[in-house]
């Protein structure tokens, strides 16, 4: 049964955007403090630290989760996705990007990385989603900038994107 | 609100969590999903020496019905249940309301339980059910009823040797009908007054969270002539207080009106 000290630093290893990564952490520190200051992916951005928020939302193995309420050692061994596995190519957005960036859904950019993360996860399990269920999992973020429309705007264009592009 | 330091226990098998818990007394505190426990920590709100990770304990993340019953084990995490077909009717009601997606996907029925928020979901939904607790230590397995485990705000009848190994609901009855509803500031949040009804030929069993300190049940007569005059001595033997999110006559109203909601709703669904 390991027993991980708390004084000391312990290795994690998980998947990061489809490539294996390895740091030290106590078993104390975050995931959302491990994904930035350890791994140096400042892409998850930190809000409240205590999950209201939603900034930090990642996905762990294909479910979006708080990074800020999840401990590093929690995910060892895990799948982490985050806002930086999401363009398909460098100087490429992928269809959700896109679309927040046609429809203005983003100003100050701080809660976006997490809003794009639940979405990309929800809209693959969900492709059918209609406004209400987007409404729903919004939610789990705060944005005080935009009033959410239009976020709902760029989701629905994006589900009917990613829908043709299934199909074609 | 960043934790204090604590060690880290990763428990292979259940006897190795109840070891460490047997062995550390009140420093322990046993993490599942987290998503009670993290926000706790990170605002330092508890403070234990270990934390005994259960999630790696292949028999405690299973969900197992009989015709009787359906037993959720302490790793089954809330967005996985959610997921299961034929879930009991009161729960897939309640479930929606639980946190966020965002954190269904990693916090566990159990751990809600164990966390005994007075406005939480699950615990009104285990008591509306007359649901059981199964508490395990090294010593010992004992079963609780869900009216004698919540005791006050987040305080249970657990012991500190003890954990959640399972929480076991009883299977939908025919002639039951089940309603969930609650109101908060906005979808996710606290709620301010939730409600569950369980209507059965005798009568209405109503329970209520977020007003008390703990959630309370009580049987209602099946005669809705008689509800004005029950919700009204309901509401005021909960004792609400003011507090930042509403007044205390704001729950006691929402007791007597959404109570009366979800006992209709109840009564009408009786299969």
Known sequence: MPRLSATQRHSIRFTLNGAPVQGEAEPRMLLSDFLRHVLGATGTHVGCEHGVCGACTVQIDVSPARACLTLAVQVQGCDIRTVEGLAPAPGRLSILQEAFRRHHALQCGFCTAGILMSLDAFLRAQPNADEAALRDLLSGHLCRCTGYTPIIAAALDAAVRLRDTAHA | ?271
């Open chain 2, 1 to 271: 609100m960043k934790p204090a330091k604590f060690d880290y226990v990763q428990a292979e098998t259940l006897d190795e969590a109840l070891a460490t818990l047997r062995a550390e007394g009140e420093g322990a505190r046993i993490i599942a999903g987290g998503q009670s426990l993290l926000p706790m920590l990170n605002m330092r709100l508890a403070r234990p020496a270990v934390l005994v990770d259960i999630m790696r304990i292949a028999t405690l993340a299973e969900a197992t019905a009989t015709n009787e019953t359906l037993r959720i084990g302490a790793a089954v995490r809330q967005a996985a249940l959610q997921a299961r077909p034929n879930l009991h009717p009161l729960l897939a009601a309640a479930l929606p309301w639980v946190g966020h997606a965002q954190t269904r996907s990693r916090g566990t029925l159990c751990g809600s339980v164990a966390h005994a928020d007075p406005s939480a979901e699950i615990p009104l939904v285990l008591l509306a059910l007359q649901g059981e607790i199964l508490l395990r230590s090294a010593r010992r397995t004992r079963r609780v009823a869900a009216a004698e485990f919540f005791t006050g705000m987040m305080q249970t009848a657990r012991h500190e040797d003890e954990m959640i190994e399972a929480i076991s609901i009883p299977q939908p009855r025919v002639g039951e009908g089940y309603a969930f509803r609650e109101v908060g500031r906005r979808h996710g949040d606290f709620a301010i007054v939730a409600c569950a009804a369980v209507a059965h030929a005798g009568g209405v069993r109503l329970a209520i969270g977020g007003v008390a300190d703990h959630p309370a049940a009580r049987d209602l007569p099946a005669d809705s002539a008689h509800w004005p005059e029950a919700l009204d001595a309901f509401a005021h033997a909960l004792e609400a207080r003011d507090d930042l999110h509403a007044t205390a006559t704001y729950r006691r109203q929402l007791v007597r009106k959404l109570g009366r909601q979800v006992m209709q709703e109840a009564a009408a669904c009786r299969a």
